[in-house]
């Protein structure tokens, strides 16, 4: 399994498009804060603007989790790569399972390394504007835990898709519509704005809030377990799907 | 035990059979070509052999096992199936690297392989930017990574030029030279006649014929085949299939009589009384046996 896992970490590293989408995510706290540091009239800040700057990582983070996990088993579909890839590894309940392993690594990786810029950037601008913050309260430290694991199930749920759909081009559009359109949709076409909440996107927001006093600690956990079986039902399937599919 | 053997294999795609009944075995140590048509099934068979593709019945297994059941698969086996299994945007030598990884093989084979396929010089270039022959060498070179004692070669000739051929067919020799079990696709036989010890030959998704490819030879040889050419071809070919002759006829009008010889053939056309433009003995090469057996002749209807 770590040959695999090493394997994988050795195709993250030689992918181009890849390297490009950790690079954006990494530094999109940074260029988040950079609006606020040019504007003229500068916004009213406080010690929570530096867990808005966290979310506001993470809502990038959280997309291109799914996009890199989408990528990563339907690229591989999309360049002919699982031919080689499962006769050097034929055992496919082992293959997907490193490739899982391995996306949720390196969104664990992406998550932190945005953590980190955000909090150096968004420290150093309250600096300017006189506004401390105690980078190890408790609730920078659970923001960031959120955010990490937010991303790493989504990034779960972006390979398992990638598995799922085959279709490279049909998963990342799927995806995208789904996160942008429909997640807002359906509330609205059933008529119960309060059923977003209820959805993956609504369940991982209430995560990245978990810092907040919003709906207390009990929802947050009921949201983490439910996303974690959104995360757990799509890995499951994709598990499925990889070990009963003819590769042509 | 032989290394590779294949037991009453069938494969449906559906309610299209791709691959039926198919029993053959490999010998260790042999070049076996494995011919057929277009679509007669070779990939789908090589693909079920390699795990890839799961059988609707029957066996296929190397060295008794399943692939997906072999300790060590790249160790084992050596395969390459298509030329476009690559990221376009990855190294050659990262390519190489990233499989020698998961298999556990140390990363000094990849240059080794790189070196043995004629890209040592190429091994820092992307894929992308490779010809499609550079490519059936780079998936060649995957092959080789883990030394292994079988090679499944599936059409490796597809896309390369002359040289390219020429050059396959003596890296071929030296692989069976060292004791590999080669087992190498193609829907010619004139490609792989010089240099397979045996054939495997399918048609339809079925076995047709099995054995040396000396055999076949034999057949060319002792076989012997009549064209003949007459403005009354139907009322012709009625008077030798009475005579229990195997006739076909050709795109172009002309007859060709199976398994006889010119003075049988002119026996029977002379006492039907037909006229005849034009009767000649045809020699027959490998490739018209194989075209008989896979039914593929152009032109003929049977």
Redesign the interface.
């Known amino acids: 399994m770590n040959?695999?896992l090493?394997?994988e970490a050795?195709?993250v590293l030689?992918?181009?498009?890849t390297l490009i989408i950790a690079g954006f995510v990494i530094l999109y706290p940074a260029l988040s804060v950079l609006p606020a540091v040019l504007a003229a009239q500068e916004p009213t800040v406080d010690r929570g603007t530096i867990l808005q700057v966290l979310r506001g990582g993470a809502d990038v983070l959280t997309v291109a989790a799914l996009l890199l996990g989408i990528l990563a088993v339907a690229?591989e579909h999309r360049?002919?790569?699982?031919?080689?890839?499962?006769?050097?590894?034929?055992?496919?309940g082992r293959f997907l399972a490193a490739k899982l392993g391995s996306q949720a690594a390196l969104a664990v990786v992406l998550a932190l390394a945005a953590s980190a810029v955000g909090l150096i950037t968004g420290t150093a601008y309250l600096a300017t504007r006189d506004v401390s913050v105690d980078l190890l309260s408790s609730d920078v430290v659970v923001t960031v835990l959120a955010v990490t694991l937010v991303v790493t199930l989504y990034a779960v749920i972006g390979a398992a898709v990638g598995a799922l759909a085959k279709n490279q081009t049909a998963a990342v559009a799927g995806t995208l519509i789904w996160v942008f359109a429909v997640e807002n949709a359906i509330p609205l076409v059933v008529g119960d704005p309060g059923l977003k909440r209820w959805l993956p996107g609504g369940l991982s927001d209430r995560l990245l809030q978990v810092a907040e006093p919003v709906g207390g600690l009990g929802s947050a956990w009921l949201a983490l377990v439910m996303f974690a079986g959104v995360a757990a039902v799509l890995g499951g399937a994709a598990l499925v799907a990889t070990k009963?599919t003819?590769?042509? | 035990m032989e290394p590779i053997v294949s037991q009453e294999l069938t494969k449906r795609f559906g309610t299209v059979p791709a691959v039926s009944d198919l029993s053959f075995a490999v010998g260790a140590g042999r070049v076996t070509g494995f011919l057929g048509p277009n679509g007669a099934g070779k990939t789908t068979t090589l693909?079920i052999l390699?795990?890839?593709?799961?059988p609707t019945s029957g066996s296929a297994t190397i060295n008794g096992l399943r692939?997906?059941e072999?300790a060590h698969?790249?160790r084992t086996?050596g395969?390459v199936?298509?030329a476009?299994?690559?990221?376009?945007?990855?190294?050659a030598r990262?390519h190489l690297?990233?499989?020698a990884?998961?298999?556990?093989i140390p990363l000094s084979r990849v240059e080794e392989a790189l070196d043995r396929v004629g890209l040592g010089n190429a091994a820092h270039r992307r894929v992308g930017g490779f010809s499609l022959g550079m490519r059936q060498r780079l998936g060649l070179a995957?092959a080789l990574l883990g030394d292994p004692e079988i090679l499944i070669l599936d059409e490796p000739t597809n896309g390369l030029d002359p040289d390219g051929v020429r050059w396959l067919r003596g890296l071929t020799r030296q692989l069976a030279a060292e004791g590999r079990t080669v087992l190498v696709s193609s829907h010619l036989l004139s490609e792989v006649a010089q240099t397979v010890d045996d054939v495997v030959i399918i048609a339809g998704g079925a076995l047709v014929a099995r054995g040396p490819v000396a055999d076949l030879a034999r057949q060319a040889a002792t076989q012997f085949s009549v064209l003949l050419r007459t403005p009354e071809p139907a009322e012709a070919q009625r008077v030798l299939t009475a005579a229990a002759l195997d006739v076909t006829l050709d795109r172009d009008g002309a007859l060709v009589v199976s398994g006889a010889t010119p003075d049988v053939v002119g026996r029977a056309v002379a006492q039907a009384g037909l006229t005849v433009y034009e009767m000649r003995p045809l020699d027959r090469t490998l490739e018209d046996v194989f075209l008989e057996l896979t039914g593929t002749r152009e032109g003929r209807t049977r």
């Open positions: 040959a695999l090493r394997a050795r195709k030689t992918t181009r498009s690229g360049h002919g790569t699982i031919v080689p890839s499962l006769l050097v590894s034929p055992r496919r009963t003819d590769v042509h | 693909r390699l795990g890839l593709v799961d692939y997906a072999l698969p790249a086996v395969a199936l298509e476009t299994s690559f990221h376009p945007g990855r190294r990262d690297k990233i499989l990884t998961a298999a556990e995957a």
